[in-house]
């Protein structure tokens, strides 16, 4: 079974970037959406940002102007790039592919095990 591995989470101050990675483990038949997903304490998973095939790409109004969501399709990867980070900005942030691995199977979706990035005030 394919497998999403995260990178690029950590501490920073406020104000300063990160950039996340995402990268499939394995081959996929085909991927739809990418998408970034995050989950503060105590609060439920929110989209952050997703991108198209034909990236068309949707933002939460929280991270307009502020997250640049990017994809390469020959590696099967997804990028975040976050930039001007805010202490509400920390959470668990976690990738998110809808897609399918065998031509003959059908459509679902996929989770990286999440990194963790703080924001320092």
């Known amino acids: 079974q394919v497998q999403l591995v995260e990178s690029g989470g950590g501490l920073v101050q406020a104000g300063g970037s990160l950039r996340l990675s995402c990268a499939a483990s394995g081959t996929f038949f085909s991927i739809d959406i990418m998408g970034w997903y995050r989950q503060a304490p105590g609060k439920q998973r929110e989209l952050v940002a997703a991108i198209s095939t034909d990236s068309g790409t949707n933002y939460a109004d929280s991270v307009k102007g502020r997250f640049t969501i990017s994809r390469d399709n020959a590696e099967n990867t997804v990028y975040l790039q976050m930039n001007s980070l805010k202490p509400e900005d920390t959470a668990v942030y976690y990738c998110?592919?809808?897609?399918?691995?065998?031509?003959?199977?059908?459509?679902?979706?996929?989770w990286g095990q999440g990194t963790q990035v703080t924001i320092s005030s």
């Open positions: 998110n592919f809808n897609a399918r691995e065998r031509r003959w199977r059908a459509r679902r979706e996929y």
